[in-house]
Nanobody, 115 residues
Framework: QLQLVESGGGLVQPGGSLRLSCGAS????????VYWYRQAPGKERDSVAW???????NYAESVKGRFTISRDNAKATVYLQMNSLKPEETAIYFC?????????WGQGTQVTVSS
């Protein structure tokens, strides 16, 4: 059974940092790209960053230079290092994979940026 489990969220002050993790199981992790999305209250779910199976990365314009996505295939885990966080980035952060045309999501981890 495919599972994605996010962790690492929490409360951080503006300008602070957090590192999110997404642990995967139930599929051959190294063969697939992984995406991070976020959803703020009352807003749509938006993509934040993604990493291909070969390690190429892409970022939403709003997070370029502050967020870094990486993967450890031995641990079947993707990370999202978030620096210089802003209050408007308060959201639930989800990881996502697309396998055979089917979308899989984790349960999300809450990130709150507030003083």
């Amino acid at each position: 059974q495919l599972q994605l489990v996010e962790s690492g969220g929490g409360l951080v002050q503006p300008g602070g940092s957090l590192r999110l993790s997404c642990g995967a199981s139930g599929f051959t992790f190294s063969r697939y790209g992984v995406y991070w999305y976020r959803q703020a209250p009352g807003k749509e779910r938006d993509s934040v960053a993604w990493i291909t199976k070969t390690g190429n990365t892409n970022y939403a314009e709003s997070v370029k230079g502050r967020f870094t996505i990486s993967r450890d295939n031995a641990k079947a885990t993707v990370y999202l290092q978030m620096n210089s966080l802003k209050p408007e980035e308060t959201a639930i952060y989800f990881c996502h994979v697309l396998l055979g045309g089917t979308s899989y999501w984790g349960q999300g981890t809450q990130v709150t940026v507030s003083s």
